[in-house]
């Protein structure tokens, strides 16, 4: 849910220094690349094949630079795609730490973990995950190259 929020907010707070011209469309580009957010312009061409046309990059830019109307339009698509990907990270997190809570829960959380193996206990610990814990617990559950035979889990 944090994660969820500060995404939510962090978006936001973007649209309100484009519209203050704290951020123009020049530091735009230059600090956001089109590679950089190729998953996001896929879902976009995706999503709305007859408004992007070919050069997705340049037309989300352009709008989210343009009226305050294509602006808000534009930024709550990023804040659509944005929470899926928290939530999807929350989700896996979860769904991992129950197949095998035994192994993947902490010892202390374990030990609220009831016999009847209620997954409150399991919610709980991953609710209590700040944003960088849940990172890093998503990478080294799900990334090859993530996490070691001495990290505490």
Request: charged content about 30%; some cysteine; hydrophobic content about 40%.
């Amino acid at each position: 849910m944090d994660l969820s929020d500060d995404i939510a907010y962090g978006v936001h707070d973007l649209e309100d220094a484009i519209a203050l011209g704290l951020v123009d469309e020049g530091d735009f580009r230059e600090c956001v690349s089109e590679a950089g957010s190729a998953p996001f312009l896929d879902l976009l061409k995706t999503r709305y094949p007859e408004e992007c046309g070919n050069d997705v990059y340049d037309y989300f830019v352009s709008r989210l630079f343009a009226e305050s109307n294509w602006r808000k339009r534009f930024i709550g698509r990023l804040v659509q795609h944005l929470e899926f990907k928290g939530q999807k990270l929350v989700v896996s997190v979860f769904e991992a730490i129950q197949s095998d809570p035994k192994s993947l829960l902490p010892a202390d959380a374990y030990a609220r973990f009831p016999i009847r193996e209620d997954v409150r206990a399991i919610c709980d610990y991953v609710a209590g995950m700040t944003d960088n814990f849940l990172l890093k617990t998503y990478d080294r559950l799900f990334s090859p190259r993530m996490g070691s035979v001495f990290d505490k889990l």
